[in-house]
């Protein structure tokens, strides 16, 4: 009856209400011309018959979850299932223990229905914390690759290609020492040694000279890229600037694999090689079991995947490099390379110097939008290279093999040729490299001839290369010794021409001087003649 009276009153209080409505809008009307008389009695109309439909879903909604909580209780929870055998008695224990709860719910509801109520007031809480987590930390805008305009200098090639270059350091003709970098993987010719300071070649005269690797930056892709046409682009491109004497390599991670073809394809023309954790074959035959076993342990699991990808599938590594460096977006390092990193290299990467170099690095890197290039140096890094560490040990070996050479030994002696690299290689190794494991500088130290490793106790993958005036000065004199600046410049020719004793101008007749090669062959020919005399 109570229920009655309440729906009775309700529909009253509405229908007064509407009423004065209409007497407002009937009165309004005899001013207005009648034209709001039949928008407010419609508006009304159409809000009693929403209010009405959403009071009877509501009560449809009600009635059929009871009907399938019984439909459920008939069909399924029954005594015999082996459900309810095994869940029905922890059930009963659980709401015996929230009994206590009693007192807080009506008295036709059972004690299990509590649940419900913690239910929805952890949701909310977790509401509250997750939204006061985000007005905290609020979430970093996603920042998109940005393209700059070219700016690289470029030589061209003979097969036609344009090999991008960019240089540091001192001129050319002053130059002490000259130093050519391959750059490593999602990298650019921008990389060289990152935040070294200007004045630091200056100081020990060094001329560096940076380059994009085939399809990377500004550099033309290669049709057919390897190992020896790695170091073929290198030879040439020391001759096209201007680097006529030996010069020293240097590489960084996976660059260093570039500067291993450089030492055995080119080795007369390098004085030696600097490199920072260095990689080398994870599928490298010299290397023991436990190398092996020591380098793969020290990898996450999807750097495994991509390097067992590019080894066996290389077809599906485009796939996973359009999602993520090639997406247009930039990301967080680790995950762009799927590295784990130690505290020290996260603490370098959270600095914004090394984030805005990074960020530039990468986005001079991905300028071609291609993944062949990337593809191609990760086949690269774990394919069969043609030659091992090992090789570069200087050995006498014969020119060939064969009867043909067989025959021509019993006749006469065969030319024995010198092979192998007899430069300085200096390996900078991190203790807390998790990128390239320390396991890396055993291997490196037992195979290649006279390899100096340094081990680094407190340095990660990064840390030692990056941002570090001292780690750079360190290198420079280990490698250099003391720094004695550039080269003195020539001085020039004194062009005046040649005066008398009275003032006047004497004209050189070129037919009259004898050049140093006229006076050389006439004093051999003159000892000839007493000679035969």
């Not at 709401?95 to 509590?114: G, I, M, Q, T, V």
Request: glycine share 6%.
């Amino acid at each position: 009856m109570s229920e009655v009276h309440e729906s009775s009153s309700w529909r009253e209080s509405v229908a007064s209400v509407v009423g004065d409505n209409l007497m407002y809008s009937t009165v309004g009307g005899s001013y207005g011309g009648g034209i709001g008389v039949a928008t407010t009695a419609a508006a009304a109309e159409n809000w009693k018959y929403a209010v009405e439909f959403a009071k009877g879903f509501a009560e449809m909604s009600v009635e059929f979850g009871k009907g399938v909580r019984d439909v459920l209780k008939q069909s399924m929870i029954k005594e015999d299932l082996i459900l309810v055998r095994k869940v029905g008695v922890p059930c009963y224990k659980v709401c015996r223990r929230l009994s206590f709860l009693n007192e807080y719910l009506p008295e036709d509801r059972d004690p299990a229905h509590a649940w419900s109520v913690i239910l929805f007031v952890l949701f909310i809480a977790f509401e509250v914390l997750i939204a006061s987590n985000d007005n905290i930390y609020p979430t970093p805008l996603v920042k998109k690759v940005y393209m700059h305009h070219p700016s690289a200098s470029r030589i061209l090639l003979p097969d036609g290609r344009h090999l991008a270059y960019h240089q540091q350091g001192v001129p050319a003709e002053l130059a002490r020492f000259s130093m050519i970098a391959p750059h490593s993987f999602l990298s650019s010719r921008l990389a060289g040694i990152p935040g070294i300071k200007t004045s630091l070649p200056e100081e020990y005269g060094i001329r560096l000279v940076t380059y994009d690797l085939p399809g990377f930056g500004e550099s033309d892709p290669h049709p057919s890229r390897n190992l020896e046409s790695s170091a073929m682009d290198m030879l040439l491109l020391s001759y096209a600037v201007n680097v006529t004497d030996k010069f020293w390599v240097v590489a960084y991670s996976g660059g260093s694999m570039h500067a291993w073809a450089a030492l055995r394809y080119i080795p007369d023309r390098i004085a030696g090689a600097v490199m920072v954790a260095p990689m080398v074959n994870p599928y490298e035959p010299k290397m023991t079991k436990e190398e092996k076993s020591k380098m793969w342990k020290k990898w996450t699991t999807k750097k495994k995947a991509m390097y067992i990808l590019g080894r066996k599938f290389p077809r599906l590594l485009p796939y996973f490099y359009r999602r993520s460096f090639l997406s247009g977006v930039h990301g967080q390092i680790q995950t762009r390379l799927a590295l784990s990193l130690g505290i020290r290299d996260k603490a370098l990467l959270e600095h914004p110097s090394f984030e805005e170099f990074w960020h530039r690095d990468l986005e001079e890197s991905v300028r071609q939008k291609n993944a062949k290039p990337f593809v191609e140096e990760a086949v690269l890094q774990v394919s069969n290279w043609g030659f091992s560490p090992a090789d570069l040990k200087v050995q006498r070996k014969r020119p060939g093999k064969g009867i043909l050479h067989w025959i021509k030994s019993l006749y006469g002696q065969t030319e024995e040729i010198l092979t192998g690299f007899l430069g300085q290689i200096h390996v900078w190794q991190g203790m807390e490299d998790m990128v390239v494991p320390p396991s890396t500088s055993d291997f490196l130290q037992r195979v290649p001839p006279d390899a100096m490793v340094h081990r680094l106790l407190y340095e990660g993958h990064f840390t030692y290369f990056y941002f570090c005036d001292e780690c750079h000065r360190n290198i420079f004199s280990t490698v250099f010794g003391n720094p004695q600046g550039p080269l003195a410049p020539e001085p020039e020719a004194d062009q005046s021409p040649i005066q008398n004793d009275d003032g006047e101008t004497q004209d050189t007749i070129l037919g009259d001087v004898a050049t140093d090669e006229e006076n050389v062959s006439s004093l051999v020919n003159s000892d000839k003649e007493d000679y035969i005399d």
